[in-house]
Structure formats: C-alpha cells, structure tokens
C-alpha cells in the first residue's frame, strides 16, 4: 500500500502559510555550480566552540584537507573545499551580521584531493564507536539549520534508554526544496544514511517523516525500507513540522517537557541531509564539504538547487540563478520564516545552509504594531502551547520575571505567532530580547 494514501501523523498547534513558494524550485534538478576562483570558509560553522584553523597564509591545499581542527567537544572539523592556496586567515561579512573569521582558499582549478578516510563499506557490522569517530573526523553538524556538531547528539548518556531515530525529511520552511531534492534523486543515500545512524544509537527501524507534498519523495524512500530497514512515515503540511518537538509529537505521540531534550523521551532527531553526509563520510571516506542549497524568491531570474561549495559567497549562488529582476528588498539564509536576513551578498554559504532567499520590496516591509487586541490567534498557533501575547506584553514591561515563569525559554522562535497576528506585532523579536536579558542575568549570577 503506497503510503501516501495512509493515514498522515501530525501535531498540535502550528500554521499553514498561504503561497509557500515551494513551487518555483520543487521541480528544479541539483545541478552542481562550476569552480569559483575563491571560498571563504566561515571557521564558526557550528554551534559551540569555532575550529582552530591549521593552516597559514601560502600553504598549499588539496580538496578535503583538515583546514581547522575542532577545538573541544561541541565543535566540528573543517576541510577545504576544493584545492589551492590558502589566501589567508581573514574576515569576511558574517551570516549573524557581524564580521566573522573565515579561511580563505584560491582555487588552483583543479578540485584535486583523494578522500581522506577508508572507506567502511561492512558497516553493518563496524563498531559503532568507529562509526561515530567517522562522524567527527568529517566534521558533521546539523544540515537542517541548527548546525549542532552531530557527534554531540550521538554521545548519549548511559541512563538514557533510546529506542527511536527520526530522520526529518519535512522540510516545512515555505520555499526551500533542497532536501526535498535530496530525498527525490539521492534516496538510497538517505535510507543508508539513517540506517548507519541506527547502528551507532542501537536501535532497529529508524523513522523519516516526510511531509505529504512530497509524494515523489515518500515513493522513491519507500523502495528503499526493505533493503535497509527504515520506515518512511508521511506527515500532515503544517509549520513547523520539521522541528525536533513536533516530529515527536507527531511520529511517537510522545511530549517532550518543558527543560527536557529529545532524549528525555527516548528520542534523537537527525536532518535527512546530515544522514547523506554520514552515508558520503562512512562508505565513500569523505568529509562533508558541500552541501545542496535552494536558490530562490519572487525576484529571482531562474530559481533552482545547486550544489555549493562551502566558503560560496551569496553573491555567486545568485549569479547561478541568473541573478536578479528588481532590486530586492530583503536577502536571507534558510527560509522567510526562521531564517536570518543578511547584510551583505558576501557572507559565504556555511554547513547549515540550506537556502538563499530573495524577497521583492513589497513583502518586506516594517510595520507598525500597536497594542495586542486579545484574539488569540497566537496562541491557536503556537506549537509549543505557549501564550505569545501574554509572553510580548510581559517584556515590552520588562517583566522578564514573568516572561520565565511563563516558559518563555521554551520557545523556538519559529514565527508562527507572528504570522497569524493581526496586528504584526513584533512577537518574536520580543521574545529573543527576552531570552538575550535571560541569558545575560544567569551569566552574571555565575560570577
């Protein structure tokens, strides 16, 4: 029975943005970009700890070679992605719109490099302690947007008993398609991908959920669950199913408490994207040093999906593109929802990059909010069961005590609330001032 015509999973709470925009690239092939003449490889692409670079100004390079090394648990390895010179250590403009130190490499034209690690082709039977060594050495984060190092959410502790792996293969972000993509021309790599993750968590029959505007997606995995033991699970279209809490709910029907992570409940969570790069690290011996990324907006000559090298400034993505009909009014990395606007068509495209978004004038514009008018309709919303009215009037009174109370630190800041409101208050960029004072307060009851 093809799954698509099975009953679909779902969470509470959540929204349905009107004109996703998936449509322009959905289509779209990965097409690989043509070798630039220089990347710039952002040395914080992770969360934690930036890497070390171990390389200077001068030194030659060859494609997958260790550029920085990890530098404490939570962080990651970073390789060249092409070979050349290294032009030097050196700031570029930074996707947190800040200057960020980058290692910059002059391509000699030749993309030459042999893959640094052995291949482990009986993985089935490897050590799970060799494979997870494997997911450190190739420096894997979180390729949906979190950008955690991989190997932090696979160290679990001995008092907590997992028994469910979850690929997110939802892609709820309105007009991004990589993984989309990803799921539709490189299946097996994804099935492989969460059966390697598997091996090394110990547990039988992970779960991808795939949202159900997928369907070429869901059919192309299911030929694959036989062969390596996963089960593609079809989800309900709702924002924001991708994220780790709601792919829980969703798939197990388990909450995940307040304070508590994924593993509380016996979970872990992994992008489909990352389990291609486990699938290219383990049985090819290569090092994650691009990725697939969605080129698009209402502004964009010819939108689709590429295959880039990390350190590709934005600017050479949106010449792929065929560049631009207007002047656009906003440029973000990831999607209109929980993406982050950029500041310049220089900040180069990191391991979480997953698109780049172009957004006429017309839909960005700043408005003017007044007080809450109590609809309600941001509470309906929130997928984390939160009163986002209550939580926005408590900070514009700098009541940062009741903001806590009312679990403001629960909040993922994916914007549902925002969009359905009426009056376009500012409810998220309230809430992260909020967590930014919260922050702040617990740093300085620490020294």
Known sequence: MNKSSRDVMTFSGGIHPVGDGKDLTCKSAVRTAPL????????????????????????EV???????????????????????????ITEVPGPMGIPAGAVEIIADGEDAGEPPYEPILNWENADPAILRQRVIDAGLVGMGGASFPTHVKLALPEDKKIDTLILNGAECEPYLTADHRLMVEMPEKVACGAAIFARIIGVRMPRIGVEINKGDAIENLERFEDRYGVDVVPLQVRYPQGSEKQLISAITKRAVRSGCLPMDSGCVVQNVGTAAALYDAVVRGIPLVERIVTVTGDVVVSPGNWFLKIG???????????????????????????????????????????????????????????????????????PMHLMPCLLSTAIEADRFDLAFQNHVMDCMECGSCAYVCPDHRPLVQNIRRAKAELRKQLDNGRK
């Open 312 to 382: 590709t400034p934005a600017i050479e993505a949106v010449k792929l593109a065929g560049g631009v009909t207007e002047e656009p009014g906003k440029l973000i990395f990831g999607g209109p929802m929980m993406g982050f606007a950029q500041k310049s068509f220089a900040v180069p495209v990191a391991k979480n990059t997953s698109g780049i978004l172009l957004l006429p004038a017309k839909l960005s514009v700043n408005y003017e909010a007044s007080g809450c008018i109590r609809c309600g309709r941001c509470v309906q919303g929130c």
């Open 62 to 88: 060859q494609k997958y070679q260790l550029i920085a090394k990890a530098d404490g648990f939570v962080s990651a390895n970073l390789h060249a992605p092409t070979s050349g010179i290294v032009g030097g």
């Open 36 to 59: 630039l003449e220089r990347y710039f490889v952002l040395l914080s692409e992770n969360a934690g700890k930036p890497p070390v670079p171990v390389v200077k100004k001068g030194d």
